[in-house]
Nanobody
């Protein structure tokens, strides 16, 4: 497929957990997650390179973990201790040898 395929969003209470996943065919260099809340710009959440190096936004450090399964060309975002301010549409971003691709977005809502 051309576009990355995302799954795993939903509604969760504060303090809860969700896991997002994203799959993309091809030779993948870097995979990551961005998010966009209403009336805000899209921002980086976490990145992981083909070698396993990771980078996180300060706001999610210690709560979110990005990982990847190279055999399945899949990236995961484990989100723990979710807060209302994490509410946003989360987008998968994949860089391959042929270009950069965005997923369709998955809604994450943190609310009691």
């Amino acid at each position: 497929q051309v576009q990355p395929v995302e799954s795993g969003g939903g509604l969760v209470q504060p303090g809860g957990s969700l896991r997002l996943s994203c799959a993309k065919s091809g030779i993948i260099a870097r995979m990551g997650w961005y998010r966009q809340a209403p009336a805000k710009q899209r921002e980086l959440v976490a990145l992981i390179t083909s070698g396993g190096n990771t980078n996180y936004a300060d706001s999610v450090k210690g709560r979110f973990t990005i990982s990847r399964d190279n055999a399945k060309n899949t990236v995961y975002l484990q989100m723990n201790n979710l807060k209302p301010e994490d509410t946003a549409v989360y987008y998968c971003n994949v860089r391959t040898a042929l270009g950069e691709y965005w997923g369709q977005g998955t809604q994450v809502t943190v609310s009691s």
